[in-house]
């Protein structure tokens, strides 16, 4: 299995950026599609980005499109979010997660629910004041 460590969470104004990072190991990251989720306090989780193995395909949740970016790098074994433009409404845990094959993601839309990863990291905690 794959053992995931998120990094880069902190406190930023509203309107500022902030880039958040997932370092794996344990196996071959090449093999797993990544994703962000998020929890606010006494929400459930939810969906923030996907993308897939290669890095060829991504999607995003409505609320971030065009304010979020998700990356990875297959060489370092790392996957990335860059978060711009952010509001108080993106406070928020951070998780990465990892998904064993198979993955469907189109032009219809990704895996995008918690229970369809199989692998979490900690999490990171990003707060945007007002």
């Known amino acids: 299995q794959v053992q995931l460590g998120e990094s880069g969470g902190g406190l930023v104004q509203a309107g500022g950026s902030l880039r958040v990072s997932c370092a794996a190991s344990?196996?071959?990251?090449?093999?797993?599609?990544m994703a962000w989720f998020r929890q606010a306090p006494g929400k459930q989780r939810e969906f923030v980005a996907t993308?897939?193995?290669?890095?060829?395909?991504?999607f995003y949740a409505d609320s971030v499109k065009g304010r979020f970016t998700i990356s990875r790098d297959n060489a370092k074994n790392t996957v990335a979010l860059q978060m711009n433009s952010l509001k108080p409404e993106d406070t928020a845990a951070y998780y990465c997660?990892?998904?064993?094959?198979?993955?469907?993601?189109?032009?219809?839309?990704?895996?995008?629910?918690?229970?369809?990863?199989?692998?979490w990291g900690q999490g990171t905690q990003v707060t945007v004041s007002a």
């Open positions: 997660a990892a998904r064993d094959p198979p993955y469907y993601c189109s032009g219809y839309g990704c895996y995008d629910a918690p229970s369809q990863y199989d692998y």
């Open positions: 344990g196996r071959t990251f090449i093999n797993y599609a």
């Open positions: 993308i897939s193995m290669s890095g060829g395909n991504t």
